[in-house]
Protein backbone atom coordinates (compact mmCIF):
# COMPACT_ATOMS: atom_id res chain seq x y z
CA UNK A 1 0.00 0.00 0.00
CA UNK A 2 1.04 3.58 -0.75
CA UNK A 3 -0.18 6.71 0.43
CA UNK A 4 -0.03 10.60 -1.33
CA UNK A 5 0.53 13.63 -0.32
CA UNK A 6 0.60 16.67 -2.86
CA UNK A 7 2.17 19.98 -2.36
CA UNK A 8 2.94 22.89 -4.62
CA UNK A 9 -0.62 24.25 -5.45
CA UNK A 10 -1.26 28.36 -5.34
CA UNK A 11 -2.62 31.57 -6.85
CA UNK A 12 -1.23 32.39 -9.70
CA UNK A 13 -1.22 34.58 -12.40
CA UNK A 14 -2.60 33.15 -15.40
CA UNK A 15 0.54 32.45 -18.09
CA UNK A 16 2.72 31.00 -14.72
CA UNK A 17 3.90 28.39 -13.83
CA UNK A 18 3.66 26.63 -10.87
CA UNK A 19 5.15 22.85 -10.02
CA UNK A 20 3.10 20.04 -8.10
CA UNK A 21 4.83 17.15 -6.15
CA UNK A 22 3.52 14.05 -4.75
CA UNK A 23 5.20 11.86 -2.34
CA UNK A 24 4.53 8.55 -1.83
CA UNK A 25 5.65 6.48 1.62
CA UNK A 26 6.38 3.33 1.35
CA UNK A 27 9.03 0.88 -0.36
CA UNK A 28 6.87 0.17 -3.67
CA UNK A 29 6.76 3.48 -5.87
CA UNK A 30 8.44 2.44 -8.28
CA UNK A 31 6.00 -0.49 -8.99
CA UNK A 32 2.70 1.87 -9.65
CA UNK A 33 2.42 3.82 -12.55
CA UNK A 34 1.59 7.69 -11.48
CA UNK A 35 -1.14 9.94 -12.92
CA UNK A 36 -2.18 13.67 -11.94
CA UNK A 37 -6.26 14.22 -12.13
CA UNK A 38 -8.02 17.31 -11.35
CA UNK A 39 -11.72 18.08 -10.43
CA UNK A 40 -13.08 22.33 -11.20
CA UNK A 41 -15.95 22.80 -9.03
CA UNK A 42 -19.02 21.48 -10.10
CA UNK A 43 -17.19 19.64 -12.48
CA UNK A 44 -16.41 15.89 -12.83
CA UNK A 45 -13.08 14.34 -11.84
CA UNK A 46 -10.84 14.46 -15.08
CA UNK A 47 -7.48 13.17 -16.03
CA UNK A 48 -4.58 15.47 -16.42
CA UNK A 49 -1.09 12.99 -16.74
CA UNK A 50 0.16 10.05 -16.31
CA UNK A 51 3.68 8.65 -16.22
CA UNK A 52 4.46 4.61 -16.05
CA UNK A 53 6.48 2.95 -13.48
CA UNK A 54 9.40 2.64 -16.24
CA UNK A 55 9.56 6.06 -16.91
CA UNK A 56 9.22 5.14 -20.44
CA UNK A 57 6.12 6.36 -21.23
CA UNK A 58 4.40 9.61 -20.50
CA UNK A 59 -0.03 10.23 -21.71
CA UNK A 60 -1.22 14.15 -21.17
CA UNK A 61 -4.90 15.53 -22.19
CA UNK A 62 -5.83 17.38 -25.04
CA UNK A 63 -5.85 20.50 -22.95
CA UNK A 64 -2.67 20.44 -21.21
CA UNK A 65 -0.40 19.09 -23.94
CA UNK A 66 2.62 21.12 -24.60
CA UNK A 67 2.24 23.00 -21.27
CA UNK A 68 2.73 20.30 -18.74
CA UNK A 69 5.09 17.57 -17.87
CA UNK A 70 4.48 14.86 -16.07
CA UNK A 71 7.65 13.23 -13.77
CA UNK A 72 8.75 11.17 -11.43
CA UNK A 73 12.05 10.20 -9.38
CA UNK A 74 12.07 7.10 -7.60
CA UNK A 75 14.77 7.11 -5.86
CA UNK A 76 12.75 10.10 -3.91
CA UNK A 77 9.21 8.61 -3.85
CA UNK A 78 7.88 11.52 -5.70
CA UNK A 79 6.06 12.55 -9.18
CA UNK A 80 5.63 16.52 -9.88
CA UNK A 81 3.60 17.68 -12.45
CA UNK A 82 5.39 20.81 -14.21
CA UNK A 83 2.58 23.51 -15.11
CA UNK A 84 3.38 26.52 -17.32
CA UNK A 85 1.42 28.59 -19.48
CA UNK A 86 -1.35 28.66 -16.86
CA UNK A 87 -4.98 29.64 -17.79
CA UNK A 88 -8.20 30.25 -15.53
CA UNK A 89 -9.83 27.20 -16.79
CA UNK A 90 -6.60 25.39 -15.27
CA UNK A 91 -8.24 26.36 -11.83
CA UNK A 92 -9.00 23.13 -9.90
CA UNK A 93 -8.07 20.52 -7.08
CA UNK A 94 -5.33 18.51 -8.49
CA UNK A 95 -5.17 14.83 -7.18
CA UNK A 96 -2.14 12.14 -7.46
CA UNK A 97 -2.96 8.94 -7.68
CA UNK A 98 -1.06 5.71 -7.97
CA UNK A 99 -2.01 2.40 -9.82
CA UNK A 100 -1.29 -1.58 -10.62
CA UNK A 101 -2.75 -1.48 -13.40
CA UNK A 102 -0.40 -3.20 -16.68
CA UNK A 103 -0.49 0.10 -18.05
CA UNK A 104 -0.61 3.31 -17.12
CA UNK A 105 -4.15 4.74 -18.24
CA UNK A 106 -6.69 7.75 -17.94
CA UNK A 107 -9.32 6.82 -16.23
CA UNK A 108 -9.80 6.50 -13.06
CA UNK A 109 -10.94 3.06 -12.34
CA UNK A 110 -7.29 2.12 -13.20
CA UNK A 111 -5.85 4.01 -9.96
CA UNK A 112 -6.12 2.46 -6.72
CA UNK A 113 -4.12 4.66 -4.62
CA UNK A 114 -5.32 8.83 -4.30
CA UNK A 115 -4.00 11.88 -2.57
CA UNK A 116 -6.20 14.18 -0.78
CA UNK A 117 -5.10 17.43 -3.55
CA UNK A 118 -3.50 20.52 -4.09
CA UNK A 119 -5.06 23.84 -4.76
CA UNK A 120 -4.26 25.60 -7.88
CA UNK A 121 -5.96 29.20 -8.49
CA UNK A 122 -4.87 30.82 -11.81
CA UNK A 123 -6.33 34.31 -12.07
CA UNK A 124 -6.46 36.63 -15.18
Known amino acids: QVQLVESGGGLVQAGGSLRLSCAAS????????MGWFRQAPGKEREFVAS????????YYADSVKGRFTISRDNAKNTVYLQMNSLKPEDTALYYC?????????????????WGQGTQVTVFS
Open 26 to 33: GQTFRSYH
Open 97 to 113: AGSTAALPGNRMTFYNY
Open 51 to 58: ISRSLSYT
